[in-house]
């Protein structure tokens, strides 16, 4: 059973998972308490090719990476979820906003041109908080609190809802738009097509975090950090190493991979094999 490895504490990690994703803009604070890092929670990582520089989305804003130390970009707190580096300079994005704002909570669908100095809304302000968001060419899909993965073929102004239930992450095949995995918060993967109850993928690892590189294999973490990999869309996998720690959140979309866990962020150059972690400031 595909649920076999999940111990007691494999399902409290799972949803600790599922509450982590989804906070208020109510408690934010500006500063992390003391020996954590300035991020709070991390939602997204990934690399913009518009500068090749690193940008993380968090419960305490968006920062970049310069030389391994975060700079929080427009000095903006908002929770930033469903973080995801579309293009070059192309950023999407939901959440809560920044702690005094104006703007409408949930953000909605959300979108920055100028590397998050400036986020213009999309579509659902005010009524969801979508926390996993992926692309494969013009097609955006998220995934809301309200249990429905979302498909857009327009930019992400209108919406087909594609499926219900209870997910943690998303990832869209880059060459095919329509197909699309999910993991469950019962760390199932399973694959999700519009009209269709989703179909659990047979045989693969518990999943929490997924993502699909460019060249079309699968990758994904699961509840306590071990990185898995399939290359034959879900038939069989390899372990190729853990990251030791909960996973926040994950990239594997440039030839550089990124994760984030509780104990900080990682990067890899060999696909997995070995991870080093990226130096960043910790608030004192």
């Known amino acids: 059973m595909l649920l076999a490895r999940s111990t007691g504490a494999t399902g409290a990690v799972i949803a600790a998972l599922a509450l982590g994703a989804c906070t208020s803009s109510i408690d934010q604070k ?11 929670h ?11 520089r690193v940008y993380v989305a968090s419960h305490q804003g968006v920062f970049r990476l310069d030389d391994g130390a975060p700079t929080l970009i427009a000095d903006r ?20 906003p920044a702690p005094g704002s104006t703007d409408p909570n ?8 100028d590397r998050a100095a400036s986020w213009s809304p999309l579509s659902l302000a005010g009524t ?3 926390h996993s ?5 013009d097609t955006i899909h998220a995934y809301g609190a309200d249990g429905q993965i979302l498909s857009s073929q327009d930019g992400g102004r209108s919406w087909e809802t594609i499926a219900r239930g209870q997910f943690i992450d998303i990832a869209a095949n880059p060459s095919a738009p329509d197909q699309l995995l999910a993991t469950t918060e019962t760390a199932n993967l399973v694959s999700v097509t519009a009209g269709k109850e989703p ?5 693969a690892p518990p999943l929490v975090l997924i993502d699909r590189t460019s060249s079309d294999e699968i990758v994904g973490v699961d509840p306590v950090g071990a990185v898995f990999i399939s290359a034959d869309d879900g038939d069989s996998w390899r372990e190729t190493t853990s990251l030791d720690s909960r996973p926040e959140a994950f990239s594997v979309r440039s030839g550089t991979w990124f994760a984030a866990t509780e104990d900080g ?17 910790e608030a004192s």
């Open 30 to 40: 500006t500063s992390a308490p003391p020996g954590e890092t300035v991020f709070g």
């Open 42 to 52: 991390v939602h997204g990582i990934g690399l913009n090719p518009g500068d090749d």
């Open 77 to 96: 707190a908002q929770d930033t979820m469903g973080f995801t580096i579309a293009g070059p300079d192309r950023f999407l994005a939901s959440g809560h």
């Open 106 to 113: 949930p953000l909605g669908l959300i979108a920055s041109t």
């Open 128 to 130: 969801s908080d979508l």
């Open 133 to 137: 968001i992926d692309t494969a060419g």
């Open 199 to 203: 179909t659990q993928i047979a045989g």
């Open 265 to 281: 962020l990682f990067r890899s150059s060999d696909k997995g094999k070995a991870w080093q972690r990226i130096l960043v400031e």
